[in-house]
């Protein structure tokens, strides 16, 4: 097997890592602060790793992840994702993320109907907790019944998530106080 280079680079949210072989992407890291947590997350996904320059399909990547960190609206069908040892359900799971426009969202009940398995919203969650390339296959965008933001495994756990959903101008619900303080007028 090839082994994977990697890469690590500012974003408008921090220091965030790529990993690949070839032009498939291996692994992505949201900011972790240190470089060197970046690269031990890398290194979780992806296994050991030397510092590369990106081909030209990765460096696309790169770019289109630090414009979407700065607001801009992006999706990421064109990477090509290295896939292997990633479970079906997985692989289904993650396409039905990649769908998903920036500045919307699904729950994870509506990605389990759109992959044909519509009591898996639970499993649906635990495939995305596991999501090797966090920003690329979206998982920011699935939220908890009800609208509720769920869960999120990154670092910064739910405080990230509602920090991309807004970066996108995503709808993140307000909590139920919030909310009505607002129809309240206070």
């Known amino acids: 097997m090839i082994a994977a280079s990697h890469l690590v680079f500012d974003t ?3 220091r965030c890592g790529i990993a690949w072989r ?3 992407v291996v692994a992505t890291c949201l900011p972790e602060g240190a470089d060197a947590s970046v690269l031990a997350a890398l290194s979780r996904r992806a296994g050991a790793s030397a ?10 990547g790169v770019a ?6 700065a607001g801009a609206a992006e999706s990421f069908g064109f990477l090509e994702l290295d896939l292997e040892g990633v479970p079906d359900f997985d692989r289904r799971v993650y396409a039905a993320a990649l769908a998903i426009p920036a500045g919307e969202t699904r729950t994870y009940g509506e990605v389990a109907r759109a992959i044909g398995e519509p ?3 639970r499993a649906v969650g635990r495939a995305l907790g596991a999501n090797p390339f966090p920003i690329v296959v979206p998982c920011h965008r699935v939220l908890a019944a ?7 495994s990154a670092p910064g ?4 998530k509602r920090r991309l959903l807004a970066i996108e101008s995503a709808h ?7 909310a009505m303080s607002a129809i309240d007028g206070a």
């Open 51 to 60: 510092a590369g320059e990106p081909p030209a399909p990765v460096a696309a």
């Open 64 to 69: 289109a992840i630090r414009r979407l960190l």
């Open 12 to 14: 408008a949210l921090g």
């Open 172 to 178: 993140a619900p307000l909590p139920l106080f919030a």
């Open 119 to 121: 009591d898996a919203a």
């Open 157 to 160: 756990g739910v405080a990230t």
């Open 146 to 152: 009800g609208g509720a933001i769920g869960g999120f």
């Open 22 to 24: 070839g032009t498939h």
